[in-house]
DNA sequence: ATGGCAATGTTTCATTGA
């Protein structure tokens, strides 16, 4: 099975180029964050002669998360937000596909460390590992993938000292990242020897991409069962490129048959 | 081997993102 997440920041600008990278890759589930879509406008038809079930959940401008699902795989348990977290933002999806349950999740950008977004997207994270907890004792092959909007250590992060301390990168945000994994779940990326250099991330200012300056913020986390059939996990910076690019590339998993 | 912010709505600027 393949399993991507790309944050399209929105896809109503960027469903063709959505629709061309599913071509061309063939993922099985894909989770998008910021789809910036109404329910009513998601676009279900152009997905479905792609080859995909769609299901979402979005608001106006801001935010909305889904998960696509390849025709002939079995989906279930369409669930949406977080278990005793109530929440206006439209940030979490869950589905069960072909036994796997998956949460596409768009964790909140923070702004900046003294700002209340900030202490929003602890708390929420806080709720999210809350939540991990009860999921993974439901469903022991389990996927979290998103935009978690924290770069998890300094390999991560272009210019360390120029990020020291700031939103994405602060130490509270990087512990309410191991406090997913200390739920059981592994930072996909890192059960492989990686290149350097490798983010999910890059401004649009300032010539950020071609100068490499990026972050790794999109992350595809698996419980133990799952990670036990990773062969496999990778960020297709080609994605960055071209004209109208989302400034997120999408993260990819590939998991062997169980 | 890429391009100097982008997307949205409140629209001719403000807000948000990361």
Known sequence: MKLVTWNVNSLNVRLERLLAWLAANVPDVMCLQETKLEDAKFPVAALEAAGYASHFTGQKTYNG???????????TDVATGIDGFVDEQKRVIAATVDGIRVISAYVPNGQSVDSDKYRYKLSWCEAVANHLENALAQHPALAIAGDFNVAPDDRDVHDPALWAGQVLCSAPERAAFQAFLARGLADSFRLFEQPPNIYSWWDYRQLAFPK??????????????????CVASTIDRNARKGEKPSDHAPAIVELRDA
């Open 65 to 75: 998360v889904a998960i696509l699902a390849r025709h002939g795989l079995t989906v």
């Open 212 to 229: 490499g300056r990026g972050l790794r913020i999109d992350h595809i986390l698996l419980s133990p069962p799952l990670a036990a059939r």
